[in-house]
């Protein structure tokens, strides 16, 4: 901050406001109303380049004192619109919004708790971003505090070293308010917490992953969300913690050599964006200084506003045909618009650098670039993709500027080159891209057609039929190109139409006992291996290792939570030594650990596939089948393009302790010869050979 009593400063961008003030609340009230009863102090703003207004302290000197304000005060701008109408707007700025709740007063008066409130429409409040509270588990407004370089201090263990390369990673995508097993809070289940993570920590360093990627955490709608519609990109969901619980998160999981990513929302904003982005100095729509709108609503005289895409049911919804739509849950981001672009990309430098994370997943990058049409009758909107390839690359680009080793990971669908090639190169600057049809040919309990091999799904049906083993085949030489494979997600565990957790996906949804659900247990684990053993960077969704089975939807998330500790100690435990091992296999192993992969025989009707990884002198064969029963007697593989050699199995997924019958090699070393192996291989599942 630069001196002993720095002054502080508000700033914020409105360039059709006619007056903009800084107000200030009741912190412990936490919201200012329509009519500005609550307001405390008021301070003027002068309007500078770029529609940029700021305070000034010459002119107030109460300003003067930045501790005054810090954690003292929430603070709103009234703005004067464009037309005059008065209207309160939150900081897109802050580093924190009040509230932890799900009620949104729409402007009325608000009497209840703090804790009601939902952050992305309350007041903004003023945090010091140098400091870090020194005490987990103080309540806010905390007073015990710590430097940053006190707090990072000792945030590395030499014997725990985080990994540094994509290929490296096994992820291990994780929701916040999916944990908290059992928690309620008046009489409804609430939302696990950044305390709950924390907690998971010992189980994920047992499991083995090295790397976590945590859903949406930057301020979002409402109280229990996955905060994929976020309001203020700098602010850290106060409903799962906050800011300072996130770095003691995110400290914790690199004192375990633990990688942190976070998921970041750029297609879209919160979906009912009063008091954020909405409208926020003008009440015109070609004025809304956030979001992409061509023309004037003169322009669009036949269409229809009441089918609109983005709708708050508390405004009226007049003529929205010249928004951008982008196949996501609200109207695209004014992406030409360089304060726009600034606002992201600060955003993102900001949680880079004040966070430590490691990395970030960026949400659907496909609308960015790729899916921006006209709402009012889908035309093509060329300009809004380029602007939107434009922001990708300024994003990336700095990102790399202040952390050259930062993970980069989009959420692409376009099979575009360009996502995963540097931006010097002409491309967008990506490490990876997420593989969706691995998981649709892999699994494959969605709505996807007979272009897709579905394995499970068929492989579920038990009528034997052959499996198109050859799609399978593609998706996995394809998973050598910057790709993170995943045989589950949050988007496929309940969401998408028809899919549900890999268990159940593994018998059609029949009833998990018995025989049925050895047999989903088998299926699994084959689904599992064919994602930790492909050539991409391997991911999955939390709970998958200990056999979570309720639907995972968006809406209904928090009555399906399920009790990990419960699970492994019982019916997933020996699920969890399979991860365990199988993950422990991929990290020590540098051929697993390449982008090298060759499919080396795959045979339909039998169900029966065969591929190699390799890295120098390391060589690994997996031999892999969903056929419903082993081949207990041994399976020929002819043709295989591979030296005379001896090789020894080093992994069968078949084994007892997996909760298997044991159908394996264990005579020892099988031999290659004129490219024909014999090998035993359970069913369904795979084995796994190392050349000696």
Known sequence: MGSAEPEIRFSVWAPNARKVEVVLGDLSHGYISDSG????????????????????????????????????????FRIEKREGATAYRTDLYSRCQVGSGRVDPLGATFSGSTTELDGSVSCSVVVDAERVMRDFDEPFPQSNWLSEEEFWQHEFDPQRPLPTRAEDLVIYELHVGGLGFGRTLNGENAPGTLADALALLDHLVTLGINAVELMPMSEFEGWASWGYGTSH??????????????????????????????????????????RAEWMYDADTHENNIYYWYEGSPTDYPSYEAAASNWSDPNRPTPQHGGYVDNVSTGYAPRYWDENVRKMFISSGAALLTEFHLDGFRLDQTTSIHAYNVLHADGRAMPAANSFGIKLLREWTRTMRLLKPNAFLIAEDHSNWPAVSLPVDFGGLGFDAVWYADFYHHLIGDTDKGSDYAKLLYVAARADGQPLALDYFAGALRASRDKRIVYHESHDEAGNAKYSTRTLCAAVNDAPL?????????????????MSLLAAGTPMFFMGEEVGFEKKYKYDTFLDNKEDFAALRAGPGAKLFYFYQDLIRLRRSSSALRSR????LYTHSSNRVLAFRRKSGSEELLIFASLNDTPYGSGYVFNGLEVADASWKEVFNSDASVYGGANFGNRSGTLNSRNGTLSAIVPGPGFVVFLRL
């Open 37 to 76: 009863a609550e307001v405390t102090a008021t301070f003027a703003m002068v309007e500078g380049s770029d529609g940029i207004w700021n305070t000034d302290a010459s002119l107030s000197p109460a300003l003067r004192r930045f501790s005054d304000f810090d954690h003292r005060h929430s603070y709103m």
């Open 513 to 529: 006992f018995g025989a049925t659900r050895a047999y989903a247990e088998h299926r699994t684990r084959f689904a599992a291996g």
């Open 596 to 599: 090298e992969l060759d499919v």
């Open 233 to 274: 990109y700098m602010a850290i969901e106060f409903a799962g913690g906050g800011r300072d619980h996130l770095k003691h998160f995110v400290r914790a999981c690199h004192q375990r050599g633990i990688a942190v990513l976070l998921d970041v929302v750029y297609n879209h904003y919160h979906h009912h964006a009063e």
